[in-house]
């Protein structure tokens, strides 16, 4: 069932805020972070409901119930009752399903501007919200892993040859591993450092030996 719970105003945030998210790369490598930047944009409009649960058009009350205002005696306060109680649950069937309807098409017109054509073809078939969200997440899901896992393999064959500057060395190893945090894919310190160390060449050795002596030396 469609739930409204936030307490700010819907629908505040205008198109061109809204398309401040970074539009996703067709390679995958920003799936992580326009994930993240998406659901964040969504939540602030009260609609993660929409990506999250499988959220029905509301269906009609009057359809539901045997006994239409039409065919319920008026000439009784009872009739009466019954005939406002039944206005007033479809008064607010048409408020929820326009907001329902609104909500959808936003969040499929924001997607749609975001993704790339070929992708766009291939989940603009889901007749949902959360259809077209977890269709866009199976086929990005599994590129980015994939993209990932090469990132970190070419990562580890990396090395810094005896004439290079060490320092423009160590910078790309950062933005590599930056990358791989913006898949998802979190390099611990000690892990990190093996690799600064594996990748220097042997004309270090005796440097990295002082190094690593005075840090079990003074522990940190």
């Keep these: 069932m469609l739930r409204f ?47 999250e649960n499988v959220v029905e058009e509301l269906t009609d009350p009057t359809e539901l119930s045997e006994e239409t ?33 609104t909500a959808e098409a936003m969040i499929k017109q924001c997607i749609a501007s975001m993704v790339p054509d070929s992708v ?37 064959s990396v090395k810094c040859g005896d004439s290079e500057d060490v320092r423009t060395h160590f910078e790309k190893l950062t933005n590599t591993r930056e990358r791989l945090a913006s898949m998802g894919v979190s390099l611990s310190d000690t892990e990190y450092a093996n690799f600064l160390i594996g990748s220097l060449p042997t004309v270090y050795d005796s440097t990295i030996s002082s190094i690593t002596a005075a840090v079990k030396l003074t522990k940190k």
């Design 120 to 156: 766009f073809n291939w989940i603009k078939t889901e007749k949902t919200v959360k259809g077209i969200w977890d269709a866009l997440a199976s086929i990005f899901q599994e590129r980015s892993l994939m993209v990932a896992i090469d990132l970190r393999q070419k990562m580890q």
């Design 69 to 101: 205002p039409e065919s319920t005696p008026a000439n009784s306060q009872g009739g009466n009752t019954q005939v406002q109680s039944s206005e007033l649950q479809y008064r607010n069937f048409l408020i929820h399903r326009s907001q329902w309807c």
């Design 5 to 51: 719970t936030c307490t700010a105003l819907p629908f505040t945030m205008s198109r061109e805020e809204f398309f401040k998210v970074p539009k996703l790369n067709a390679d995958s490598s920003n799936w992580v972070t326009f994930k993240d930047r998406f659901r964040w944009a969504i939540d602030a409009q009260c609609m993660l409901d929409q990506l």
